[in-house]
Structures are given as structure tokens and as C-alpha cells.
């Protein structure tokens, strides 16, 4: 059974660095073929793809936001993590980690917000950018 587990900060303060980790089990993340990625919900918004990473480590981003994202992981743990540094209120969100898509392209970024792209998702965790 394959299951996601987001973990990080609910709260952020404007101009940190948002760090998000995503903890999968039941499959590996090196696995041939698959892709993980980070998606969010800001309130009262749809989906928005953010990044993915593929088996072979390859990183993609949504342009929109690439200049201040970066996406990464860890193998030994079965791990993946978001980074998303000069947060705004913004950024404000539901972040989640999803399994999926295939074969991910920045060129299709916009398309990656249905969620039929996803085949596993995390519970999703809350983030908050404040003061």
C-alpha cells in the first residue's frame, strides 16, 4: 500500500524559506518511471502543480514559480522535500505531495493541476505565511 506523509512548519514568516518534507512508503521513490511532486491549494483556489521530481532524480518546476523553488531527495529515507524561499501571505496553502505525474514536463505545467494526474496523495498539511 502505497501511502505520502507531508511533515513541515504550519507557520512561515513573509521572506523565509518554506521547507516541506514528503515521506513515502510502500514504493520506493527510485522506482523506473515514477514521478513525485508537490502540489498546493490556497484558499478558495484550485490546484496548483508546483515541482516534481522523477525516479532518476531528474527535477521539474512549474515556471511561474521556479526562480525561488527548488525540489530534492533522499533516498536512503524514502524521502522528498520543497523548498520555496521569499513566502508571502500568498503562499498560504494546503501543500501536498502526490504521486504522479507521468513523464513530467515544465511545457505542461498549467495541465498538471487536474487531479486524475496523481495516482497517491498525502493528507495534506497546512501552511500559514504570517506575522
Known amino acids: 500500500q502505497v501511502q505520502l506523509q507531508e511533515s513541515g512548519p504550519g507557520l512561515v514568516k513573509p521572506s523565509q524559506t518554506l521547507s516541506l518534507t514528503c515521506t513515502v512508503s510502500?514504493?520506493?521513490?527510485?522506482?523506473?518511471?515514477?514521478?513525485w511532486s508537490w502540489v498546493r491549494r490556497p484558499p478558495g483556489k484550485g490546484l496548483e502543480w508546483m515541482a516534481a521530481?522523477?525516479?532518476?532524480?531528474?527535477?521539474y518546476y512549474n515556471p511561474s514559480l521556479k526562480w525561488r523553488t527548488s525540489i530534492s531527495r533522499d533516498t536512503s529515507k524514502n524521502q522528498f522535500s520543497l523548498q520555496l524561499g521569499s513566502v508571502t501571505p500568498e503562499d498560504t496553502a494546503v501543500y501536498y505531495c502526490?504521486?504522479?505525474?507521468?513523464?513530467?514536463?515544465?511545457?505542461?505545467?498549467?495541465?498538471?493541476?487536474?487531479?486524475?494526474?496523481?495516482?497517491?496523495w498525502g493528507q495534506g498539511t497546512q501552511v500559514t505565511v504570517s506575522n
Open positions: 521530481i522523477r525516479y532518476d532524480g531528474s527535477p
Open positions: 510502500g514504493v520506493s521513490i527510485t522506482a523506473s518511471g515514477g514521478a
Open positions: 502526490a504521486r504522479g505525474p507521468t513523464n513530467p514536463s515544465s511545457y505542461y505545467a498549467d495541465t498538471y493541476s487536474d487531479p486524475d494526474k496523481y495516482g497517491y
